[in-house]
């Protein structure tokens, strides 16, 4: 015998309107090889997915961009889709928040664009998710320690350029750089290879398994030869120490 009580009723609509909750997912990284190799986007995918999941929401579409963080949303055509197609209501959910950007003004640009439709954003990572004052608060002060991380990053390696210039007139500079008149300069066919290990580095990748993807791409040591652990492993401590004896 079937119960028809408004108690029941209210019950029932209430779990149908819980399974019409939808979202869309987006994914993003910094390098072809991380797209390429798939653990990028895989990690992101699985952290979404399992997110969903949990909260009974139902991904309905997947979009992803390979680019900088700092990338202009006309400029990542995964993004600018996901904008375009929002329905209202849906959810758009990233694993963490520095996947939307790293700059702080694009990331609130890009809420407030998601918001006109009437659609949210959530991190799967939960970082300010919510409208509480303290969800806003948190929100911004973890996309402005991001730009602000980012920033530094930048001025400690034009700090360590300059160090380095003055104290290593001899021997062989730091990979990815070059002697040029007595300067340390960066060498414009490796620093753009050293810049990619430490992306990859940042993503988690382990020091074996960078120097696998950049093989497989036919890219090369200072010395001409393959990558191996201990060379992405030195590379990446050379750097590390630099930072601490500042």
Same mark, same amino acid.
């Given at each position: 015998m079937s119960d028809n009580s408004p108690k029941t009723k209210v019950a029932q609509l209430t779990q149908e309107g819980s399974a019409r909750k939808t979202a869309v997912g987006y994914l993003r990284v910094s390098t072809d090889m991380q797209e390429d190799s798939g653990l990028g986007l895989d990690a992101q995918r699985d952290q979404i997915q399992t997110y969903a999941t949990k909260k009974g929401i139902e991904v309905v579409r997947w979009y992803q961009d390979t680019t900088s963080g700092t990338t202009r949303?006309?400029?990542?055509?995964?993004? !600018?889709?996901?904008?375009? /197609?929002?329905?209202? /209501?849906?959810?758009?959910?990233?694993?963490?928040?520095?996947?939307? !950007?790293? /700059?702080?003004?694009? !990331?609130?640009?890009?809420?407030?664009?998601?918001?006109?439709?009437?659609?949210?954003?959530?991190?799967?990572?939960?970082?300010?998710?919510? /409208?509480?004052?303290?969800?806003?608060?948190?929100?911004?002060?973890?996309?402005?320690?991001?730009?602000?991380?980012?920033? %530094?990053?930048?001025?400690?390696?034009?700090?360590? %350029?300059?160090?380095?210039?003055?104290?290593?007139?001899?021997?062989?500079?730091?990979?990815?750089?070059?002697?040029?008149?007595?300067?340390?300069?960066?060498?414009?066919?490796?620093?753009?290879?050293?810049?990619?290990?430490?992306?990859?580095?940042?993503?988690?990748?382990?020091?074996?398994?960078?120097?696998? %993807?950049?093989?497989e791409k036919g890219l090369k040591s200072q010395t001409g030869k393959t990558f191996s652990r201990n060379v992405i492993f030195q590379i990446i401590s050379r750097h590390n120490d630099n930072e601490a004896s500042r």
């Open positions: 949303v006309d400029q990542r055509e995964g993004l !600018s889709e996901l904008v375009k /197609d929002l329905e209202t /209501d849906q959810i758009v959910l990233v694993a963490k928040r520095d996947r939307l !950007s790293r /700059d702080l003004m694009l !990331s609130l640009w890009i809420e407030k664009e998601i918001s006109k439709v009437s659609c949210s954003l959530e991190s799967c990572a939960g970082e300010g998710n919510g /409208d509480s004052p303290t969800d806003k608060l948190l929100k911004n002060l973890i996309l402005a320690f991001g730009e602000f991380e980012r920033s %530094m990053i930048a001025e400690r390696t034009r700090a360590a %350029m300059k160090a380095l210039a003055k104290t290593r007139k001899i021997g062989r500079p730091p990979f990815g750089f070059k002697f040029s008149e007595g300067q340390l300069v960066r060498d414009p066919n490796t620093h753009p290879t050293r810049q990619l290990i430490f992306e990859l580095h940042k993503e988690g990748i382990n020091p074996s398994r960078i120097a696998k %993807m950049l093989n």
